[in-house]
Structures are given as C-alpha cells and as structure tokens.
C-alpha cells in the first residue's frame, strides 16, 4: 500500500480473475506469480510470451525474483512454524 495500492484493490488479489480492477500487465504478473507458486505448475511459452510483451527482461527478472523470494518465505516460515508478526494485517471478508 506504501506504493500506492488501493486497500479494496489488495483485498481482491484472491479473486483477481474476476475483478475488473486489474490491468492487463497486472493480471499477467498474477498469472505468472501463481504459475510460480502452484506445485506442479509451470509457466507457459504463451505466458511467458505475454509477459515479454509487458515488461522488459530486467522487469521479468525483478517480478521472478520477488514471487520466488516471497515462496522461500512462506515456505521457510511455515516449516520453522514462525507465525505472522502484524506488521501488515489485511482481514479477509469471510
């Protein structure tokens, strides 16, 4: 939110797909950030291809870089069983 993002808009990130408030070259970093994330899954030629015609290679470096160091995060936490500290609390509607 420092950088600006709206607090309705941060909520919708799990449901982004069905948002209208994401651009193109957002919803391709989504895309790419969750064919990162899922176990399994793999980013596509054509993914990869859109995000080529969004973002320059320093800029594709930089997304694959903060998605995979959030991944060795959560993963790192989560086995060492380290909880959230509140620094950044974002309640979900439930």
Known sequence: MQAGAEEEKIREVPGWRESGRFSDTERAALEYA????????RVSDELFARLRSLFNDAQIVELTAAVALENFRSKFNTALGIEAQGFCQVKRDE
């Open 34 to 41: 969750e064919a990162m994330t899922i176990t399994g899954e």
